[in-house]
């Protein structure tokens, strides 16, 4: 019975990490599509509804890293701070979830905040103390929640539709999307 559920968690990743770097794609050709619609977030948010809390890490962690090796996007070197981005979505998601009493609205929301901050500290890292730029909280901020604007817009309407979508159309059966 173990084994099938640790299954089912590879599974599950393989396919939202798949999609991670297969739904990017289709916003391509739309110039700065990524950071307006934030494709690669939603598979991984998903992953935090679907999978343990680790899976759901390493789900936003390799992502984005299978995706540059695959299409050169996120160029280095946001590359490492959307894997602290997306791993904290992933493992933040799955703990609230299943800590909220699978309130899916609370854990996405607060999920989505604390992969913000960590975005925030990592740009810091990344751009002030390894590269030596100045870092400008505001402007990284305004990328971050206004640019974001239309992606965070889509992850709070799609994502609660599609965690109740699966679970009520699995409701009752053996394997049900439940991390």
Do not use: C, D, W
């Amino acid at each position: 019975m173990k084994k099938t559920f640790e299954i089912q968690q590879l599974v599950r990743a393989s396919l939202l990490i798949a999609l991670g770097i297969l739904l990017p794609q289709a916003f391509h050709g739309i110039k700065e599509a990524g950071p307006i619609f934030l494709p690669m977030h939603i598979p991984v948010l998903l992953g935090g509804f679907f999978v343990n809390p680790i899976i759901a890490l390493l789900i936003g962690v390799i992502t984005p890293i299978l995706s540059h090796l695959i299409t050169g996007m996120p160029p280095i070197p946001f590359l490492y701070v959307m894997m602290l981005e997306l791993g904290a979505y992933g493992f933040f998601t799955s703990l609230l979830y299943k800590h909220t009493k699978k309130n899916v609205y609370l854990s996405l929301v607060l999920s989505m905040l604390i992969g913000r901050v960590v975005n925030i500290v990592g740009n810091y890292v990344v751009l002030h103390m390894i590269l030596g730029r100045p870092f400008k909280l505001p402007v990284v901020a305004t990328g971050l929640f206004v640019k974001g604007l239309p992606g965070i817009a889509i992850q709070l309407v799609l994502i609660p539709l599609i965690v109740f979508g699966v679970n009520r159309a699995l409701k009752g059966r053996v394997g049900r999307f439940e991390g």
